[in-house]
Nanobody
Framework: QVQLVESGGGLVQAGGSLRLSCAASGRTFSTFVMAWFRQAPGKEREFVAAISWSGSMTYYADSVKGRFTISRDNAKNTVYLQMSSLKPEDTAGYYC?????????????????WGQGTQVTLSS
């Protein structure tokens, strides 16, 4: 079992920045691919970013490339999502996810464990 707990969401003005955190517990965090997804009301859950177990490889959705940065600290069992130049369309619930098989996928079905999510709301 892996437990994931997100934090750091909130209300922010367009153009602003926010850093999300996801704390993991239960199994060896440093062996997982970790990712962030988001889901807006009435929309499907979409991939945002992923990071390899070592942190040496990252991958981003085109919609956030250049604005968001995913990172991890294996000593703290935590993955981060630094978001900058935020736009109203970034409003969503943000979820971290763990891929124990390291499939390096953008599809939610490939991820084994999920956090409860943290809400990010942009004000224009």
């Amino acid at each position: 079992q892996v437990q994931l707990v997100e934090s750091g969401g909130g209300l922010v003005q367009a153009g602003g920045s926010l850093r999300l955190s996801c704390a993991a517990s239960g199994r060896t965090f440093s062996t997982f691919v970790m990712a962030w997804f988001r889901q807006a009301p009435g929309k499907e859950r979409e991939f945002v970013a992923a990071i390899s177990w070592s942190g040496s490889m990252t991958y981003y959705a085109d919609s956030v490339k250049g604005r968001f940065t995913i990172s991890r600290d294996n000593a703290k069992n935590t993955v981060y999502l630094q978001m900058s130049s935020l736009k109203p369309e970034d409003t969503a619930g943000y979820y971290c996810a763990a891929d124990l098989s390291s499939t390096w996928s953008t599809q939610p079905v490939q991820y084994d464990y999920w956090g409860q999510g943290t809400q990010v709301t942009l004000s224009s």
